[in-house]
C-alpha cells in the first residue's frame, strides 16, 4: 500500500522561483492537509481539504496556494519563493470523523530557498 | 496563549526510567486529543489517542484532564527505542482542523 506519497522528496529553490509540492493518497480520504515545520517546532497548518473542489485556509497560508481537483491530489504552490519558506512540508490525509487518529502522513519535502 | 503549549525539553533520561511531559490546550471545547512521535527526519506517526477515562498502551499511558485543559503521556521502563519527539494535539468535532504542538524532545541515555 502507498498510502500518502509527496514528492520531491528534496528541493532547492532560488528567491522568487515557483513550485509544485505534489501530494497523492491512494486511500479515498477525504480529508488532506498540508503541513510545514521549521527546525526544532511543531507542525504548523497551511491548508486543508475537505474533499475535491473544497479547500480552507489554516494558520499559515500566505504564500501558498492549493487546489484539489480529485479525492486523490492535493498539491501545494509556491509562486514566489522566499527564505522564509525553507522548511520541511508534509501532507497528510484521514477520513471523515477520523481527527487526529486517523491521520496519515507522507514522507515529506526538505525545501531550502537560498 | 497559544492554542497548544508542550515543553520542548530536550528530556534527557537513563533507560528504564519513568518519564511524564504535559501537553496544555486553551481551546475548551477540543473535543479529541491525541499524541504523535517523531522520529529525526521521519513523519509523524500516531502514538495513541487520548480519552478522558485514560488510555493505556503496554508502557505507555495517557490521560485527559479537562477541568485544567491538558494532556499527558507516562512511558514506564523507558528504552532507547523511545529517543524521539512527541508531539500532542487535538481536534475538534465538526472541524477538522488539527492542531499540534510544538513537539517535546525525549533522549534515553544508556
Known amino acids: 500500500n502507498a498510502g500518502v506519497t509527496q514528492t520531491p522528496k528534496f528541493r532547492i529553490l532560488k528567491i522568487g522561483q515557483s513550485m509544485t509540492l505534489q501530494c497523492a493518497q491512494d486511500?479515498?480520504?477525504?480529508?488532506m492537509y498540508w503541513y510545514r515545520q521549521d527546525p526544532g517546532m511543531g507542525l504548523k497548518l497551511i491548508y486543508y481539504s475537505v474533499g475535491a473542489g473544497i479547500t480552507d485556509k489554516g494558520e499559515v497560508p500566505n504564500g501558498y496556494n492549493v487546489s484539489r481537483s480529485t479525492t486523490e491530489d492535493f498539491p501545494l504552490r509556491l509562486e514566489l519563493a522566499a527564505p522564509s519558506q525553507t522548511s520541511v512540508y508534509f501532507c497528510a490525509s484521514g477520513p471523515p470523523g477520523g481527527g487526529g487518529e486517523k491521520l496519515f502522513f507522507g514522507s515529506g519535502t526538505q525545501l531550502s530557498v537560498l | 496563549r497559544k492554542e497548544v503549549e508542550q515543553d520542548p525539553g530536550p528530556f534527557n533520561v537513563p533507560e528504564g526510567a519513568t518519564v511524564a511531559f504535559n501537553c496544555t490546550y486553551s481551546?475548551?471545547?477540543?473535543?479529541?486529543f491525541f499524541w504523535y512521535r517523531q522520529d529525526c527526519r521521519k513523519e509523524p506517526k500516531l502514538l495513541m489517542s487520548?480519552?478522558?477515562s485514560g488510555n493505556e498502551d503496554g508502557r505507555f499511558t495517557a490521560q485527559l484532564n479537562r477541568a485544567s485543559q491538558y494532556i499527558s503521556l507516562l512511558i514506564r521502563d523507558s528504552k532507547l527505542s523511545d529517543s524521539a519527539t512527541y508531539l500532542c494535539?487535538?481536534?475538534?468535532?465538526?472541524?477538522?482542523?488539527?492542531?499540534f504542538g510544538t513537539g517535546t524532545r525525549l533522549t534515553i541515555i544508556p
Open positions: 487520548v480519552y478522558s
Open positions: 481551546n475548551s471545547a477540543s473535543q479529541s
Open positions: 486511500m479515498n480520504h477525504n480529508y
Open positions: 494535539g487535538y481536534s475538534n468535532f465538526g472541524n477538522e482542523k488539527l492542531t
